[in-house]
Nanobody, 114 residues
Framework: QVQLVQSGGGLVQPGGSLRLSCAASGFAFRNYAMRWYRQAPGKERELVAHISSGGGSTSYADSVKGRFTISRDNAKNTVYLQMNSLEPEDTAVYYC???????WGQGTQVTVSS
């Protein structure tokens, strides 16, 4: 069955960095664009970053552009989200998801606080 297992995240001070990973199995990972979403308390889930199936095309929410980088390793069936210059407003639960499948990662808490 489809599994999306996330790792990384945690507590970091403002200005710090974190890297999230999402290891996929149960589907042809290399054929699917992947996305990272986040949901802050009391807010709707929002799209953060998108990467094409081959990794050659990426896009970002305006709020994270220039600070976050999405990447993937199709040999490892893994997508990553490198988050730099973190701000308290980035505090949320982060989720990975294939673009056109209805499966989600389990969610990873990212807390940015001094």
């Amino acid at each position: 069955q489809v599994q999306l297992v996330q790792s990384g995240g945690g507590l970091v001070q403002p200005g710090g960095s974190l890297r999230l990973s999402c290891a996929a199995s149960g589907f042809a990972f290399r054929n699917y664009a992947m996305r990272w979403y986040r949901q802050a308390p009391g807010k709707e889930r929002e799209l953060v970053a998108h990467i094409s199936s081959g990794g050659g095309s990426t896009s970002y929410a305006d709020s994270v552009k220039g600070r976050f980088t999405i990447s993937r390793d199709n040999a490892k069936n893994t997508v990553y989200l490198q988050m730099n210059s973190l701000e308290p407003e980035d505090t949320a639960v982060y989720y990975c998801k294939p673009q056109i499948l209805v499966y989600w990662g389990q969610g990873t808490q990212v807390t940015v606080s001094s």
